[in-house]
């Protein structure tokens, strides 16, 4: 019963989703019909207020432009109905603008509440902007107080937008406590005209701080949701809200300060054009927030930007030079609008203009995304790095340091392949958000990888990163082989020291346990031998049958010390070597280990398997150094013990060839139960394989333990002859 209850709640609730969903689509299109109509009513009435009360004397703070007179319109083309036409027409149009980005979100976005915030936000920020309004009510008690009200509504709708915006969630959480009493004093102050909750009635000063601490929280949390948060997508739909929010602000500060110069309020016609740029420009804001809203050709945005921060820095940058040529010039010459003074100042900025052009691009791209339009500039700068005396760590460093700048990366790292094995060899930065891999080639061979970290969360690279990055990775392709050269020289010769000291601490082992055995075990027994001949001597004539049992003691002694001696020559080299030669020596090893097991077989009972050994080799074999065939011999012996002991095989294939005489090949192969799992193949592996693997390395062959598909296992080890 209770899972029949829950299943029942959670059908209710997704029933009734759409229904509030419609309810509030609904609200949001009664709210913009009744303000759009609201709108559209007043137009007639604020025509009629321009025309009669405030374009000849000054009627409201709230008026579009200065007071004038008839004269001054009549000098300028214009008549009371023209110039009242004129503000209608541009405000109307900066109107319906905002009213048609409502109607293209609503209707692509309806289904997402964020996207009926927006339309909200843009009907009321369309509608109250202007003076239209708020003029054409004037006179009413109560529609006086509505462009309040839809001021009120379309604020609150609007930080709420921003702080929701992109993906829904509030961002830190902590900024609802922010927003919550800034809605109800907007609320308040709706509601409550004329008491001391009603904004109209605080300082500047107070309005001021409390519009600029919403302002600071709205920014705040944009940019700690671009930070931290966003994903790509997400983070490029704030870019364009940012674009479009920054540029038109900055753009209406610099608008605004011209409404103060003469030159304008005095010219009814330039006023016109300037109120018509100041509406034009806020009109960015519909725009990039709609592309925002429907993602709609998103990743266009930086160039964009770009451009925008180039030709904005361009233009300022015009204006200075050719007013300061201007201005200095006319001081130089004492006068003032002279036309050739005005032609020389236009000729030089033209000539500038390119020059200025090209450096302001390069600096906009390094700040912006990096060094992609001079890739020549970067691969000198890394020449001219290359060129001084450096160790093999600051080259690579050098190298990662220049991928880092010219791309404006976060992190860049190095990984360098060296005797298989992946080592980070240089580091610079900090991994900030997702890593990315890169191969470094060379003829040919991976060498190594380039590891960088995104600008941002989930971002792709560009073409432009690519084209770039990719040319910086062949310049480091020679470089990083450098440097492995280098380093595989190092280790060379570190191994040849750590060499030639084992060779040196063998020796000197073998020196000393030849001494010991010299002197701690032959010496004693030659010593008593020469008693017992003295003691013998003495008892012949007096004593003949002790004289015999001395003499017979001392045979006796003799021939084990013999023994000794002859087993201490074969840890040397094995006897048989120098009697029936390499071969004759592994043969008869073959014997004796398959009488071993045939013993085995006979005396268990457990043991059911029988071991045939084959040797595989040419008639003649070239002539081997000592080192050679005792390191053959060893081998062969040491993989043959391991095949008794735990290949459990029937089968053993012994394989010796010789290459071109310049290396001697072994093979012993096994169709027994293979290597254990814990054993890797051509791992060091156990004592005898470790035995092996030394004996070949000593040398300065090389050796494999393989795993056969077919099972069994495989042994093989190359000697050098020469």
């Not at 997402?112 to 309004?133: D, H, K, P, Q």
């Not at 480091?476 to 084992?502: C, F, Y």
Request: net charge neutral; hydrophobic share 45%.
């Amino acid at each position: 019963m209770p899972e029949l209850r829950t299943i029942a709640v959670k059908t209710q609730s997704r029933k009734n989703k759409p229904n509030r969903l419609r309810s509030l689509q609904g609200l949001v299109f009664l709210f913009s019909l009744i303000t759009i109509v609201f709108f559209l009513h007043n137009i007639p009435d604020y025509f009629h207020t321009l025309r009669s009360e405030c374009i000849l004397q000054s009627c409201s703070s709230l008026a579009p432009a200065p007071p004038t007179t008839l004269e001054t319109l009549r000098e300028y083309g214009l008549t009371l109905e023209t110039y009242s036409f004129w503000f209608v027409s541009i405000e109307s149009i900066f109107a319906f603008l905002f009213y048609l980005a409502a109607v293209s979100v609503f209707i692509k976005n309806r289904r997402e509440w964020i996207g009926l915030l927006a339309v909200i936000a843009l009907v009321s920020y369309g509608t109250t902007f202007t003076s239209l309004v708020y003029l054409g009510s004037e006179g009413s008690p109560f529609w006086s107080q509505v462009p309040e009200v839809i001021a009120g509504v379309g604020r609150i709708a609007l930080f709420l937008f921003l702080l929701l915006f992109p993906n829904g969630r509030m961002i830190p959480r902590w900024t609802i406590f922010i927003f919550i009493p800034f809605s109800l004093i907007q609320l308040a102050s709706v509601m409550l005209p004329g008491t001391m909750f009603d904004l109209l009635y605080w300082s500047s000063n107070g309005r001021l701080i409390y519009y600029l601490t919403m302002i600071i929280v709205t920014i705040y949390s944009q940019i700690f949701r671009y930070r931290k948060i966003s994903t790509s997508v997400e983070r490029q739909q704030t870019k364009w809200v940012v674009f479009g929010v920054t540029i038109s602000f900055l753009s209406s500060i610099i608008i605004s300060g011209f409404f103060v110069y003469p030159v304008f309020t005095d010219n009814p016609v330039a006023y016109i054009y300037l109120s018509a740029s100041l509406y034009a420009v806020v009109s960015i804001i519909p725009l990039t927030l709609t592309m925002a809203i429907l993602r709609h050709r998103l990743w266009d945005i930086d160039p964009l930007v770009n451009r925008t921060i180039l030709y904005g820095i361009l233009t300022l940058s015009i204006i200075l030079l050719y007013s300061v040529l201007v201005l200095y010039l006319s001081s130089l010459f004492k006068t003032e609008g002279n036309f050739i003074i005005s032609l020389f100042a236009t000729a030089i900025v033209a000539i500038l203009f390119s020059p200025i052009k090209e450096r302001l691009q390069r600096v906009v791209n390094l700040v912006m995304k990096g060094r992609h339009d001079d890739p020549y500039a970067v691969l000198k700068e890394l020449g001219n790095y290359l060129v001084k005396p450096l160790a093999p760590e600051e080259v690579l460093k050098v190298v990662a340091e220049t991928i880092k700048d010219a791309l404006r990366l976060p992190y860049v790292g190095i990984l360098i392949r060296v005797n298989d094995m992946e080592k980070l060899a240089a580091v610079t930065g900090k991994v900030v958000f997702d890593e990315h891999f890169f191969p470094i080639v060379n003829g040919g061979e991976e060498l190594g990888r380039v590891m960088v970290s995104s600008r941002s969360p989930e971002e792709a690279f560009s073409s432009e990163d690519m084209r770039l990055l990719n040319v910086l990775l062949q310049q480091s392709g020679p470089i990083v082989q450098n440097v492995k050269m280098t380093w595989g020289m190092q280790l060379l010769a570190h191994d040849l020291q750590e060499s030639r000291e084992k060779l040196v601490l063998a020796r000197e082992e073998e020196r000393l346990q030849m001494r010991r055995n010299l002197h701690d075990d032959l010496a004693p027994r030659l010593l008593s031998l020469s008693f017992n001949v003295a003691a013998a001597e003495q008892y012949i004539k007096k004593c003949p049958d002790q004289a015999i049992k001395l003499l017979g003691d001392l045979r006796s002694v003799i021939r084990t010390t013999v023994d000794e001696i002859r087993t201490m020559v074969h840890d040397l080299r094995p006897p048989t070597l120098d009697e029936f030669g390499l071969l004759g020596a592994i043969r008869a090893r073959m014997e004796d280990v398959q009488k071993t097991v045939a013993q085995e077989e006979e005396g268990t009972s457990t043991c059911t398997y029988s071991l045939q050994i084959k040797l595989n080799a040419p008639e003649q074999l070239p002539d081997l150094p000592a080192a050679i065939e005792v390191a053959a011999y060893r081998i062969i012996t040491e993989a043959l013990v391991n095949v008794v002991k735990h290949a459990k095989a029937s089968q053993c294939v012994i394989n010796i060839t010789s290459n071109s005489g310049d290396s001697f090949i072994i093979e012993v192969t096994d169709d027994g139960i293979g290597l254990p799992a814990h054993i890797k193949p051509s791992g060091s592996g156990g004592i005898g394989l470790k035995s092996i693997r030394e004996r070949t390395e000593e040398l300065g062959g090389r050796c494999i333990f393989e795993k056969i598909e077919t099972g069994g296992t495989q042994v093989k080890a190359w000697l050098p002859i020469s």
